[in-house]
């Protein structure tokens, strides 16, 4: 069987808005206030806590505090958590292009740096996990994308073969991943750092998901 694996943050659903509040809670804590803005970050907060905790101490002017992010990153996971799906929401058309794959015999998964236990709260919140054949957190196995290990598990929970598969994703660890697999990446237009995804020479640019299922079809022939 023929894959179709997925990111999730940025690629599948906008999460930007939960991970940006629960980053901002850290902050509030320190007396900081809100120092992440909703809109302006969305690209930094795809790319997970850390990032989020280290943009914030740079404009603080406290970027060599390292330890401080260290201390506060399970504090932003634990704010996240209890506060998920508030914000976040599911990019149009990706669950048809889904249920799509699935009638053209695809397998579909999910590959994602997000901790496992949150992707599969997050899923299960947003009523869609039933639908993906494969989830593949974080810390799922001893490696996270760009190791090509994670994209090889999902495609086979998913019932496929891993050299058979197709990764989409927002961000150049996506494509990286891609690479080091020796498959195809498809990545999304779509979302914050949409703009810059032409750079990163994916086999393919995705601007809307209706066009998910032939673009599969064609690379993976």
């Known amino acids: 069987m023929k894959t179709v694996i997925f990111d999730l943050d940025g690629t599948l659903a906008d999460t930007s808005g939960d991970l940006i ?3 901002n809670v850290c902050f509030r804590d320190m007396g900081a206030g809100d120092v992440l803005d909703p809109e302006a970050d969305q690209a930094t907060a795809l790319r997970g806590g850390r990032a989020m905790l280290t943009l914030g101490m740079t404009r603080l002017g406290r970027s060599a505090e390292t330890d401080v992010i260290d201390r506060y990153y399970p504090i932003l996971l634990e704010a996240y958590g209890g506060a998920i799906d508030v914000y976040t929401h599911m990019y149009p058309g990706a669950m048809d292009a889904v249920e799509e794959l699935k009638k053209r015999s ?3 998964g ?5 901790p496992e236990a949150l992707a599969e709260t997050l899923l299960r919140r947003l009523g869609v996990r039933d ?4 989830m593949i957190g974080a810390d799922t196995l001893p490696v996270r994308k760009p190791d090509p290990a994670p994209l090889f598990e999902a495609a086979r929970r998913a019932g496929g073969l891993p050299e058979r598969s197709l990764l989409v994703g927002d961000s150049d660890t996506d ?6 697999a020796g498959v195809p990446s498809v990545l999304v237009t779509f979302g914050p750092a949409g703009g810059d995804m032409a750079a990163l020479a994916p086999e393919a640019l995705l601007d809307h998901f209706d066009a ?10």
């Open 106 to 108: 695809y397998g579909v």
């Open 131 to 134: 639908a993906f054949a494969s």
């Open 175 to 180: 494509r990286n991943t891609a690479r080091a």
């Open 110 to 114: 999910i590959c994602t740096n997000k």
């Open 212 to 221: 998910l299922p032939d673009l599969a079809d064609h690379l993976l022939a």
């Open 21 to 23: 509040a629960a980053a």
